[in-house]
C-alpha cells in the first residue's frame, strides 16, 4: 500500500452495484487511508525537525510510523467490502452487505457480525489517533511551529469524529422513521469508510461539531431553565451555516430538543426531568453545574474540557441511553444530537445531488 494516498474523496459506489457488484475496474482504491497528503506532510515536517534538534526521538517516531503502515497493510490483505468476495460462508457483495445492515434486527453490541476488515480497521483508526496525539505532544516539546501544533491536533480530532461516525452511520442504518434511499447512502458511507478509514462527509462536519463541542465547555447553563440552551442557539448563528441551518429547523422537534439539552448539560434526560421537578418543587429557579450533583444525590460530571477524550466519553454516555429507551420504549431521546445532525446533513447533501443529477440531465 502507498502511504502517499491522496487526500479522500467520497464516491457512491451505488453507480458501480449493476455491474455484478465489482468496482475492480473503476479505479476506487480499496486500500486504507493511512496518511492523506496533509498528514504526511505533517509527519515529514516533524521527522526533518526531529533529525535536527532532537535525535534522540527520531528512531522511536520512524517506528511509531511505520507500524502503523505495516498495519494497515495487514489489513488490506482481508477482502475488500466493495467487490465481490468469495468467503468460506458463501459469496459476499457490497449490495447484500448493506441489506444485511438495513434489515439487520440485532440489539446490543454487533461486534461479531461486522466484517473482519471493520472491526481490524476501527483498531487502525484508534492507534493512528493515539499517533497523532503523540507526535502532536512531541511537536509541542519541540517549540515547532503554533500552526503545525494545531493542525495535529486538528487531526487528531477529525480521527476521533470518524469513531462517532461510524456508531452513528450504524445506528440511523436501522432507523426505519429514514427514507429507504437515506438508509442505503448511510450504508454506502458506512462501507467506503470501513474500507477507506476516511470519509469525506465527516471531514466537513467534524469542525462543525468541534466548534459546537468548545461553544458548549465555555457555556455556564443554568439547570432548571433553559439559559443554556438560549445562549447556544445564539453561538450556533455565528458557527457553520449548516448547523445554524440545523438549529432553525430541527429545535422545534421535542425529540431534538430533549438531545440537544442532554449534550448542553452533560447529564442524561432522566437526571434533568428529575432535577427539573426537583427545582419546581423546592421554588428553585436554577443552579450552576457545581450544585447538580447534591441535588440529584449522586456524583455526576457536568463540567468537561475540550479534550477529545471528554468529547468521546460523553457522546458513548448520550448513544448507550439513547439506544437503551428506544429498545425499551421509555421516554426521552432515542438518538444523539450527533445523529440527528449527521442525518439531517446527509439528507441535504442527497437532496442537493438529486437535483445536480435531475439539472444535468435536462
Known sequence: MNELSPEFTAVDINEFFDKKDRVEDSGLDTGIVVFTEHQRQLVETLRQTLSEIKKEELEPFNKRVEDLKKLAAAIANFPSLLERANLTGGTRTPTSLIDSLINSKREGDTTLQLPSKATLGKGFLVAKL????????????????????????????????????????LNLIRDTTLSMASRRQLAISLLLLWEHRADQNISDISPVLQSVWKARTRLAPAFGTMMGTSELIMISFQLDEQWSDFIKTKLGDAEVNQSMEEFLFGISYEQITRLKNILREKGIAAIGRDEVSSFLETDVKTNVSEDYRDFFQQYSLRRDNARARKRMNLPGPHKTLEDFFISYVMEKNREKQNKDNYASQK
Open 130 to 169: 493515539h499517533t497523532f496525539s503523540s507526535l502532536e505532544k512531541i511537536s509541542r516539546e519541540a517549540n515547532l511551529d503554533p500552526k503545525i501544533i494545531s493542525a495535529f491536533h486538528d487531526e487528531t480530532i477529525s480521527m476521533m469524529f470518524l469513531l462517532l461516525a461510524e456508531d452513528v452511520y
